[in-house]
């Protein structure tokens, strides 16, 4: 069973940054995409950002230029640094990790739906008010 602990939400106020982290050991025995979600109050989940296994990023529109999605070098953690917060960033944010596999054209992609992620931590959540 894979493991994904987040950790560092909390109650900023606008224009504030929280950094958030996902501890997993995954990343040490595969190649896994792992990605941010969250779903904000009366929300539809949405994707914040994802990073693939060569390492590209990719970003919701909403928050470009103001996340950054990063793993460190150990492979034991996934991080989320999240600058200039807005009252629309509020939500529960959730890490999440699906499996890569190996084809024709190298390892495969993250996934485009957010159903297809086989794993996924409890959440934390993020405040921000005015």
């Known amino acids: 069973q894979v493991q994904l602990v987040e950790s560092g939400g909390g109650s900023v106020q606008v224009g504030g940054s929280l950094r958030l982290s996902c501890a997993t050991d995954?990343?040490?025995?595969?190649?896994?995409?792992m990605a941010w979600f969250r779903q904000g109050p009366g929300k539809e989940r949405e994707e914040v950002a994802h990073?693939?296994?060569?390492?590209?990023?990719a970003y919701a529109d909403s928050v470009m230029g103001r996340f950054t999605i990063s793993k460190d070098n150990d492979n034991t953690a996934l991080y989320l640094q999240m600058n200039n917060l807005k009252p629309e960033d509020t939500a529960m944010y959730y890490c999440?990790?699906?499996?890569?596999?190996?084809?024709?054209?190298?390892?495969?992609?993250?996934?485009?739906?957010?159903?297809?992620?086989?794993?996924w931590g409890q959440g934390t959540q993020v405040t921000v008010s005015a």
């Open positions: 995954i990343l040490r025995y595969a190649p896994y995409c």
């Open positions: 990073i693939e296994f060569d390492g590209s990023t």
């Open positions: 999440a990790a699906d499996k890569l596999l190996w084809g024709d054209n190298g390892w495969s992609k993250c996934p485009r739906k957010d159903s297809d992620f086989d794993n």
